[in-house]
């Protein structure tokens, strides 16, 4: 049986989101940072505080990662229960927050009933008296199914306080987080771009109409990252927003990054030369540990700690109906170039990334297989560098034969074919706009892959673009686009998006539907299940 009404409308669904959203708001409202302006009655009790929210990730049908920051040293607790009142609370002792984590820290949930809501509040305690608690603060998710008949619903978008336009409390700051809550979602897949450490935010900034944005500004978003204090200030600006924090407490995520983590259209070994903000000389890889510790602490994701090499490449599981398979396609790939090399081992993904994606896709039982890339396939995206007709993504222009970053999509794609992998669609963002396409052989210089939907939604609060220009190497068909006719169009005008995804329990069928600012649906696609490719 379902487990919630469909609904394509915008408007709240009843149940426990609209019941929790006045709670949450409260708790939060007692806990605000001190850059907020806020003064909690409890601020010169010693007490740690946990100003800036909670964050749950990662969330499978047993487990799940909570997240908190503290304003001092303090030792993470976690309590869950199946109500709000939190009668007969399960306890989870976490880590010692301290300075060197920023005063962060994840507690992983494990033992957990599944496709159930769990409600948790995270408390911290004062290390040199576990007695002294600050005040809690709340948070819930529902744990992912473990029958196929349960629906599984969630949104995705990326692209957060881009070029410049930060957050305007005079248009509702990220009101785009409050039309995603309203659709009651599992969880947010965050495609990247989480941050814009490259971007500074200044305080006002001249629309076409002569009137002022105005941003909310620190001291770490008035110069581009270089220190990780600079990288940990960028993460925390976007977090003194009421509706992220608000969004945050009640859907967990599923986050991975691109290129404004560290800077544009950066790639391993690149060296920053003169003439930009940042000092001549600087290696981009240096400036990524940085960004990738940074990340880290701001993040409840399960393998960027796990491995030495910290990767965010990972398999999601989400009950019998889905899998989500979050790629890295900026840690791995090779320089950006013209791209029209006849043979690329190394492509966007590197080989042992691309033959743990083979793997999993191969392995996989769910009845969809979402490919969460952070850039899009048959989108043009340009990186030009001194008149050279670099590029960013995959595509080149070149409608031909695959060449260079499209050899190793190629060969993903013939996989998929041969080997009959059933429900694979394709989520992206990173273009500033949102789109449809349909690759199908038929209308493909390469023909052997079977067709497949990507869908393209973004940006949560930046700068708006026209539609890329399609590569027809794989036969794309842009079944459906809206955007600016213009560049960098501010959040005010409204070329903001997200996307959602609903995967009806009964039928097996896969909605999705693109959605703009306000949650106004735009366009809806109604996929089949049990198809190669899709």
Known sequence: MSHRPHSPSPLPLPGRRGVLRGSLAASAALALPTA??????????????????????????????????????????????????????????????????????????????????????????????????????TGTFR????????????????????????????????RIFDAMAKVDPDFFLCSGDNIYADGPISATAPLPDGSLYRSITTEEKSHVAVTLAD?????????????????????????????????????????????TPYPAGTELDDLAVRARRAFS???PISTISGRPDGRIYRTVHHGPL????VLDMRTYRNANSPDDQTTDPQGILGREQLEWLKRELASSRAVWKVIAADMPLGLVVPDPVEGKPNIEAVAQGDPGAPLGRELQIAELLRFIKHRRITGTVWLTADVHHTSAQHYDPSRAAFKDFEPFWEFVSGPLNAGAFQANALDGTFGPDRVFVKAPATANVSPADGYQFFGEVDIDGDSGKLTVRLRDLDGTVLFTQVLQPGRVGQ
Request: aromatic share 12%; glycine share 12%; charged share 25%.
């Open 36 to 137: 907020l302006g806020s003064a909690p009655a409890f601020a010169l009790s010693r007490r740690p505080e946990a100003g800036w929210g909670v964050q749950a990730g990662d969330v499978s049908a047993h487990s799940g990662l909570v997240w908190v920051r503290s304003d001092r040293p303090a030792r993470m607790i976690v309590e869950t229960s199946a109500t709000e009142s939190f009668r007969n609370p399960r306890r989870w002792h976490g880590p010692l927050l301290g300075a060197d984590s920023d005063f962060t820290g994840t507690t992983r949930l494990r033992g957990l009933p599944s496709g159930e809501q769990i409600h948790y509040r995270v408390l911290l305690a004062d290390p040199d008296d576990p007695r002294r608690t600050g005040e809690p603060v």
């Open 143 to 174: 744990t992912a199914p473990a029958k196929r008949r349960q629906d599984v619903r969630f949104v995705w978008s990326g692209d957060l306080a881009g070029q410049g336009w930060g957050i305007n409390e005079s248009i509702g700051g990220y």
């Open 231 to 275: 990288y940990r200030g960028n993460f925390r600006y976007n977090l003194l927003d009421s509706a992220l924090r608000r969004f945050n407490a009640q859907v967990p995520n599923i986050i991975q990054w691109d290129d404004h983590e560290v800077r544009n259209n950066w790639y391993p070994g690149e060296v920053i030369g003169s003439g």
């Open 297 to 299: 602490e701001y993040f």
């Open 322 to 325: 889905l899998d989500v398979f």
